[in-house]
């Protein structure tokens, strides 16, 4: 495994290259190579676990000001969900560094969601420890965040699909949704989307994109038109 090069890859450099050797290091590797004084990633995993559910906990909680309790936790699951983190480990190509043993690689351990999941937060946890909570954030800031606001994971909370099942079990009924209102700057906007049944205002949502403020619409409509 190449640390210089995941920290090129990355733009990252690590005061301590151990830890980011023992992040790819899988326990697989460690067991058929008992002669290395070598660690595996799960007590680096156990770290990047908390670390990664607090921040993004932090930034959900910080850009929805209007998102309650319940959805932050369901959005928040969906995000931080194994096939979520074996994504982003894909889209970083951590698989290409992991050290695996014999067996492990044979069975296509390289690739599993599971496993490269764990890569993710054991890379995380090294990251913290290396450098503190501030820079994984701007990891996250770079890896993460973004495609939580490009609504990669709107499918968690998809009150429009739920909305629009409801509604056709009654003949000629339709939904139709408008951003009414843009405020702020360019770079941070807030949308106002409001969600018309047959023409009647239903409920309204704020988003930081038109996307999400019509599904807050959609929620705020589905529970007027349940009552």
């Known amino acids: 495994m190449n640390v210089v090069q995941i920290e090129k890859q990355l733009g990252l450099h690590f005061r301590n290259p151990s830890l980011i050797m023992q992040a790819f290091t899988h326990s697989s590797y460690v067991n058929e190579h008992r002669h290395k004084v070598i660690s595996d990633n799960e007590r680096l995993e156990f770290l990047g676990d908390a ?6 906990s ?6 929805n000001k209007q998102m309650p309790e319940g959805e932050m936790t369901k959005l928040r ?26 067996g492990e690689e044979q069975t296509g351990g390289r690739d599993r969601d599971a496993l490269l999941a764990d890569v993710f ?10 450098q503190g909570f501030d820079t994984t954030i701007q990891f996250l800031e770079e ?9 990669a994971f709107s499918h968690a909370m998809d009150y429009k699909s739920q909305l629009q099942e409801l509604i056709q ?8 949704y408008k951003i009414v209102e843009e405020r702020g700057p360019s770079h941070d906007k807030e949308f106002i989307a409001k969600a018309f049944i047959q023409g009647e205002v239903y409920g309204s949502g704020i988003g930081r994109t038109k996307k999400e403020a019509e599904q807050r619409a959609a929620k705020a409509a589905l529970d007027k038109y349940k009552q």
């Open 121 to 130: 937060e054991a890379f995380l946890g090294a990251l913290y420890l290396d």
């Open 143 to 151: 890896h993460v965040f973004p495609k939580i606001t490009n609504g």
């Open 51 to 56: 670390v990664l559910e607090l921040g993004v």
């Open 77 to 102: 699951a969906a995000i931080v969900c194994e096939p979520s983190l074996a994504s982003f480990a894909r889209g970083l190509h951590f698989g290409t560094y992991i050290l695996l043993g014999k």
């Open 58 to 63: 932090q930034y959900l909680f910080r850009t």
């Open 169 to 176: 079990q009654v003949k000629h009924r339709s939904v139709e």
